[in-house]
């Protein structure tokens, strides 16, 4: 297929998802050359975009906008083509309704009837293929050819460096409670690694976890919490200055894992298979169950995926990727 002389992607709605998006968006980029590549993103997720080396164009979109405010935005830019990473109608329709003339994506219903023919597959294969290569194959289908590789980034100068070591914590995930490691896990685990390694711990995550935040950090020496303060360039700025970074399967993941930081991620109810990080410096912690993976917001039961990652055992995993000796740590 011959490359549109510009093309708008849009990109996934979520942190982990766009940041699993970013090998296909790259290898787009190499096969469109010095063609336009643009990006229509969710406002909150543009600080990772603005990152990307490979595009050319970020365009922020407004969750209270309505739909044809947004169509129009997306006319402006007078694009050949476009592809779209989310499966929504909402999507479609929007880059139906700005006249791009090409439109690809995955085949669903009812959008599909707003899409160029042929509607993309996007399937690498197998049952629950990685999000990553599912995204990567959409790529392909058009021509594009790459790899899952890790891409570059372009950190802004504003970033710095830190003066000092710190450990990084992220308790929450987004989707729901049966992806969370249980707070009293994490407020054992602050403990006892403040203590081993005189680092501090800091806590991150959305004015959501502030709660849960405040219940680690509560009366634990050497930990503090900046849930609910941080802005998303700020946010990505402090992972990748981290030490370690100890998470839930949740965007928090894929962000350091793409930074290369050393990460472990414990994972509920979700598939390490399915979900799991780009990049080789991540430890995934889980607990195999008759029920599992369910993918399900909520535990119906007891929880037994999560709450069977014994404090200990993460504990011991975290020594190991911050290279020390795990001699004696009991």
Excluded at 220 to 232: I, K, R, Y
Aim: include cysteine; hydrophobic fraction near 40%.
């Amino acid at each position: 297929m011959i490359p549109p002389t510009s093309l708008l992607v849009r990109s996934p709605n979520w942190l982990g998802d766009a940041v699993l998006s970013l090998p296909a968006v790259a290898s787009l980029k190499r096969w469109l050359g010095t063609r336009i590549l643009a990006v229509a993103t969710p406002e909150k997720l543009s600080a990772l975009w603005r990152l990307c080396p490979f595009v050319d164009r970020v365009i922020a979109l407004n969750r209270t906008e309505r739909l044809f405010g947004t169509a129009k935005r997306l006319c402006e830019g007078k694009f050949e083509a476009a592809l779209l990473l989310p499966n929504s109608p909402r999507s479609a329709l929007e880059a139906r309704l700005a006249g791009i003339p090409t439109i690809w994506g995955k085949a669903a219903w009812p959008r599909s009837t707003l899409l160029s023919r042929p509607a993309l597959r996007g399937d690498p294969g197998g049952c629950f293929p990685q999000q990553a290569a599912s995204y990567l194959a959409l790529a392909q289908e058009l021509g594009a050819s790459g790899s899952l590789a890790t891409p570059e980034l372009r950190p802004p100068s504003s970033w710095g460096k830190r003066p000092e070591p710190v450990i990084a914590f992220c308790p929450g995930a987004e989707y729901g409670p049966a992806k969370r490691w249980p707070a009293e896990f994490y407020r054992i685990l602050a403990r006892r690694l403040h203590a081993a390694t005189g680092y501090p711990v800091c806590l991150y995550g959305a004015a959501g976890d502030q709660d849960v935040c405040r219940q680690i950090a509560s009366g634990v020496p050497g930990v503090e919490s900046f849930a609910g303060q941080t802005t998303l360039e700020e946010f990505l700025s402090a992972l990748a200055h981290a030490r370690l970074v100890v998470c839930n399967d949740s965007g928090a993941m894929h962000v350091a894992a793409l930074l290369g930081v050393p990460v472990v991620a414990l994972f509920g109810s979700t598939d390490p298979v399915r979900t799991g990080p780009l990049g080789n410096t991540t430890r995934v912690l889980s607990h195999r169950v008759p029920c599992g993976p369910c993918f399900r917001r909520s535990c119906p039961r007891d929880l037994a995926c999560l709450r069977q990652i014994d404090p200990e055992v993460v504990f011991t995993t975290c020594l190991e990727q911050l290279g020390f000796s795990t001699a004696g740590s009991s």
